[in-house]
């Protein structure tokens, strides 16, 4: 395990049993980072920095037929509050 701190979330959202389902994916940055200097969320990571997330995350299920859509980017907050959500309900 890695200590991280949130910089946002990316909103996907994916085909599923009931329609389009919501599969929001946190964007995460090592406590120890080096490599790409001080961003405080997600808005501040460079253009193509993103543009490279947002692609995996498509290609990551391309093979599943889920036809899975990035519906856009929110900050720390909701990245937290995901997080703290996440924990309640496990």
């Given amino acids: ?6 910089l946002g979330v990316v909103d996907v ?3 599923g049993e009931k329609g389009r389902e919501d599969n929001p ?6 406590t120890w980072h080096d490599r ?11 253009g193509r920095l993103k543009q490279e ?5 498509v290609s990551a299920t391309f093979f599943t037929g889920k036809n899975v ?10 990245a937290t509050k995901l997080i703290k959500s996440a924990r ?3």
Avoid: D, H
């Avoid at 395990?1 to 949130?6: A, D, F, I």
């Fill in 25 to 30: 994916r946190l964007i995460l940055m090592p």
């Fill in 88 to 90: 309640r309900s496990s």
């Fill in 53 to 57: 997330i947002e692609q995996f995350f």
């Fill in 36 to 46: 790409l200097g001080e961003f405080e969320k997600a808005s501040g990571l460079p």
């Fill in 69 to 78: 859509r990035v519906e856009g980017w929110r900050g720390p907050k909701a």
């Fill in 1 to 6: 395990m890695l200590p991280c701190r949130p």
């Fill in 13 to 15: 959202t994916q085909k």
